[in-house]
């Protein structure tokens, strides 16, 4: 069956430092992978997609993900952090048959910025 | 060009009671999905509308069901409320003529059952 864990519930990190978001998927092909970025009382907003090719994807507002088949991982990182940043992060696989889109999604990491 | 549009914004309802949420999909998409977020979690598939027709759906009881009209709008109704439908409902939409599984979320709906 289809899962996303997100091992990390609450991350820390002081303004300027790097950051780094775990997404562990369990799919039996190779799937469509999301990062999803909500606010407080907001929707989701798309950070970067993975479908196929090059396995580190460049997304908005500076951040980057790699897909690793053989760990089946695609971790979110950023190399400096904002203030603006804070929010909460959603991992999610989609389930890659036709013309079909159905997502999982973990349970979600936030982040909170120290100034 | 408006995004995906979701109302109303918040609901109080009681328990027993029946809802209904709406979505207007982004401009130039046909398909919509409904996701549940209870509160700390990660959104959970309810189901999703294709040519009016439901196509495909989660594990969800059959208290909840939906429509979608020839414009591409989404209803979600959910009847006999329980205290553990609070959540926050959000809505998706993709295009057939973009990557089907690109989608997009509306702000979605705040519902609290009391």
Do not use: M
Not at chain 1, 3 to 18: F, L, N, Y
Not at chain 1, 43 to 67: C, M, P, R, W
Not at chain 1, 69 to 79: A, E, G, H, T, W
Request: proline share 5%; charged share 15%; net charge neutral.
């Amino acid at each position: 069956a289809q899962s996303v864990t997100q091992p990390d519930i609450h991350i820390t990190v002081s303004e300027g430092a790097s950051l780094e978001l775990r997404c562990n998927y369990s799919y039996g092909a190779t799937p469509y992978l999301f990062w999803y970025v909500q606010s407080p009382g907001q929707g989701l907003q798309l950070l970067l997609k993975y479908f196929s090719g090059d396995t580190l994807v460049q997304g908005i507002k500076g951040f980057e993900a790699e897909f690793k088949r053989s760990q089946s991982s695609f971790n979110l990182r950023k190399p400096s952090v904002h203030w603006s940043d804070a929010a909460e992060y959603f991992c999610a696989v989609g389930a890659r048959t036709h013309n079909f889109n159905k997502f999982y999604f973990g349970s979600g990491t936030k982040l909170n910025v120290k100034p | 060009d408006a995004g995906v549009t979701q109302s109303p914004t918040h609901l109080i309802k009681t328990r027993g009671q029946q809802v209904t949420l709406r979505c207007s999909p982004k401009s130039g998409h046909d398909t919509v999905s409904w996701y549940q977020q209870a509160l700390g979690q990660g959104p959970q598939f309810i189901f999703q509308y294709y040519e009016e027709e439901e196509r495909q759906r989660g594990n969800f009881p059959d208290r909840f069901s939906g429509h979608q009209f020839p414009n591409y709008s989404s209803e979600l109704n959910v009847n006999a409320l329980l205290l553990g439908d609070s959540a926050l409902y959000l809505c998706a939409s993709s295009g057939a003529s973009g990557p089907a599984y690109e989608q997009y979320f509306g702000p979605g709906t705040r519902l609290t059952v009391t």
